[in-house]
C-alpha cells in the first residue's frame, strides 16, 4: 500500500490528544482520506471530526465552508462507514459539477451547486 497518497496529521496544543474519542476519530479521518484518494485519485481531500463521532469531508478546490459529514457512531460496519465516506466524496464532487474519478487538475465548475454568490 506504498502507493496510497501521503496524509499529514496537523497537531494542535488544544487537540485533546488524551481523550479517547478524539484519538479514535484522528484514526478515522486519516483511514477516510486514504479511501477517497484511493477512490477518487488526485482530488485534494480534507478530513477533520466534530464532537459526537461526525466525521467533516471537505473537498479543497471547492468553496471550504461547505463539506459533507457522516455520522460514523451510527455506522453498524466498516463496510457501512467506507460506504458512506465514499458517497459524501461523490457528493461533493457532483454538487461542483465535477466528474467522480480521477481529477485531471481542471477547475471545471467547482461551486456548489444551489449556492448563491456571496457578496
Not at 47 to 52: D, E, K, L, Q, R
Request: overall charge negative; glycine content about 12%; charged content about 20%.
Amino acid at each position: 500500500m506504498s502507493d496510497l497518497a501521503d496524509v499529514q496529521t496537523v497537531n494542535v496544543d488544544s487537540s485533546g490528544a488524551d481523550d479517547p474519542e478524539w484519538l479514535e476519530m484522528e484514526i478515522v479521518c486519516k483511514k477516510a482520506a486514504m479511501l477517497l484518494s484511493k477512490v477518487y485519485p488526485n482530488h485534494v481531500w480534507m478530513t477533520g471530526s466534530a464532537p459526537g463521532g461526525v466525521l467533516v469531508i471537505k473537498h479543497m478546490a471547492g468553496d471550504n465552508r461547505y463539506g459533507y459529514t457522516v455520522d460514523v457512531k451510527g455506522a453498524h460496519s466498516v463496510s457501512q462507514l467506507e460506504h458512506a465516506i465514499v458517497m459524501g466524496g461523490g457528493e461533493l464532487l457532483e454538487r461542483m459539477g465535477m466528474k467522480r474519478g480521477a481529477w485531471n487538475g481542471e477547475m471545471i465548475g467547482a461551486k456548489y451547486q444551489g449556492m448563491e454568490d456571496v457578496t
